[in-house]
């Protein structure tokens, strides 16, 4: 797993992220489901060939994150599966891949019905067709949904659907094959009104990653809306938004306000040598002088000059 996987797997495990993506796909941001009511899952799931011990070994698929909840609407409750698949750029087989996850989990709550009613011995008044499926009429299925999450800038040109993917377009046949729907966030389609719809630092982190190839864009947006992070958020940031943000040494939280306006200057100094030392490199070659003739010819303050010296004469 790769170090981008980690920190947005670590990231969006918090309940209060993750119920705040939920909220906001399922109920357009109502605070529906509650940090508390999320329950840790395995994300292990075992491939095993159904209704076939013998037909083959085993095999292990991983979830990035898999959470149970128990969502409340008036006196009802909804208990659902939600699985979230963290994404740091396109994957043109979603389709499929999340079909398998779904579908691996709904046939493991099949097979849990099946042992709980053998070990219950409850089959007595039930059809033979209920005891040899080991799902009987009355039993119903825990509905499992997954949400991808695309952590970056750039726009999802791959398939949502599994008739997308597939090569053939006669509606006669597409109609006798399921499709599939893949549930997506991605920071390049959410709209200012959309990213208000977020309550937890899941609105900052997205809306980042969302201009952080606009400079401009990204100074108004950390200049009116962003509030402290934490080093978690911070982790996300610098890996799916390719920008350096420090969090000071003993700190918990960072002012992401000055931290923007640290790295721009750290940027423009860096640039700014590079171009002395571009000329400086010029002005030698041109005029046949050394290092430090061309550091008087373009002033080059004396407290830099070892420095730069060092950089002209490095092999590199």
Not at 24 to 43: F, H, K, N, V
Not at 52 to 74: I, N
Not at 78 to 100: R, T
Not at 126 to 139: A, C, I
Request: charged fraction near 30%.
């Amino acid at each position: 797993m790769g170090r981008k996987d980690t920190v947005t797997k670590n990231y969006m495990k918090q309940n209060t992220i993750f119920a705040d993506a939920f909220n906001y796909y399922i109920y357009g941001g109502q605070q529906r489901i509650l940090p508390g009511q999320l329950q840790e899952l395995d994300t292990t799931e075992i491939v095993v060939p159904y209704g076939a011990d013998d037909a083959g070994e085993p095999e292990q698929v991983y979830r990035d994150v898999m959470k149970s909840v128990v969502a409340m609407k008036d006196e009802y409750a909804a208990y659902l599966l939600l699985g979230i698949e963290n994404q740091g750029d396109v994957n043109y087989a979603m389709p499929v891949k999340n079909w398998l996850y779904d579908a691996i989990n709904y046939a493991k709550q099949v097979q849990k019905s099946a042992s709980s009613h053998r070990e219950a011995k409850d089959s007595k008044g039930h059809s033979k067709g209920e005891f040899l499926s080991g799902f009987y009429k009355e039993d119903r299925l825990i509905p499992v949904i997954t949400l991808v999450i695309l952590f970056s800038p750039d726009k999802w040109d791959g398939p949502t659907s599994l008739h997308e993917m597939l090569s053939v377009r006669d509606e006669h046949i597409l109609s006798l094959v399921p499709d599939y729907q893949i549930h997506l966030i991605t920071p390049y389609r959410l709209s200012k009104d959309e990213l208000k719809k977020f309550h937890s630092s899941l609105r900052e982190v997205l809306t980042f990653i969302k201009y952080s190839k606009d400079r401009e864009k990204m100074d108004e947006a950390v200049r009116d809306n962003f509030k402290k992070l934490r080093k978690e958020e911070i982790d996300v940031l610098n890996y799916c938004a390719n920008v350096n943000l420090q969090l000071p040494p003993g700190e918990e939280e960072v002012d992401v306000c000055k931290a923007w306006e640290d790295m721009k200057q750290e940027v423009a100094k860096q640039t700014d040598e590079m171009r002395l030392l571009k000329d400086l490199k010029n002005i030698i070659k041109k005029f046949h002088v050394t290092v430090e003739n061309a550091m008087d010819i373009l002033e080059v303050p004396e407290a830099k000059q070892a420095e730069l010296a060092a950089k002209l004469n490095s092999p590199r």
